[in-house]
């Protein structure tokens, strides 16, 4: 049904709402809100969300219904995770939220995911592996997508949830203070992560969530 799947954190009450308004996806309910502007095409498709372990092919001897039952398992044996909060930053020329604070256990609930599911993951083509490698990666990087079929895993992990591509100079500030002004007042502190979401990319190339589960017995918040 879906030409790839990914392990997202994705966002609920009113920080999910407006990031979908934001990019105008929203991926809980597989529904567009509305056209995507220009800052926000290249990130709309994929949803407001973090991403835990990237999109990846499934394996030639797995299905989906295997992928979903280990996910849930999974998720009942990881710990839920409180973070100070989160906060509007650069990564490069795109505007992101990012996690305050230590980030130890986030950083070991990412590899643990990248792990335990990596068997459901096809080896890259020929096209995915020269896409991933072009780039300025460093050796780290470069051993991930050899060994995990993408860079930015493990130590090399920063959770991120994108807002907008790529920005100009000239529009730069303007989209910056358009998004502290929608987002600060949303942001959590503290930021409690309980559920983790297996999510699919339709041939439409939009990504929407299969299953949303709880980690361990976490509480709601």
Sequence with gaps: MFERYAVYYTFDGALGAAGADWLGWDIVRATAIRDAREETKRPRKYGFHATLK?????????????????????????????????????????????????????MALEGTIVRELDAFRAPLTKQERIRRLNGRLNAAQLANV??????????QFQFHATLTAPLNDTRAQLVRDEVTDIFTPLLP??????????????????????????MSDAPQH
Excluded at 55 to 67: C, G, K, M, T, V
Excluded at 189 to 209: I, K, N
């Design 189 to 214: 502190r503290p930021f409690h992560m309980t559920h983790l979401t297996l999510a699919g990319q339709r041939r439409d190339g939009f990504f929407e969530q299969i299953v949303r589960a709880p």
């Design 54 to 106: 990237a999109p990846f092919q499934l394996a030639q001897d797995r299905s989906e219904a295997e992928l979903r039952n280990t996910f849930s398992r999974l998720c009942t044996k990881l710990t839920p995770i409180t973070l100070e909060g989160l906060q509007i930053q650069s990564i490069g020329r795109f505007l992101a939220l990012t996690a305050e604070g230590d980030t130890t256990a986030l």
């Design 146 to 155: 050899e060994r995990w079929g993408y860079p930015h895993v493990m130590e």
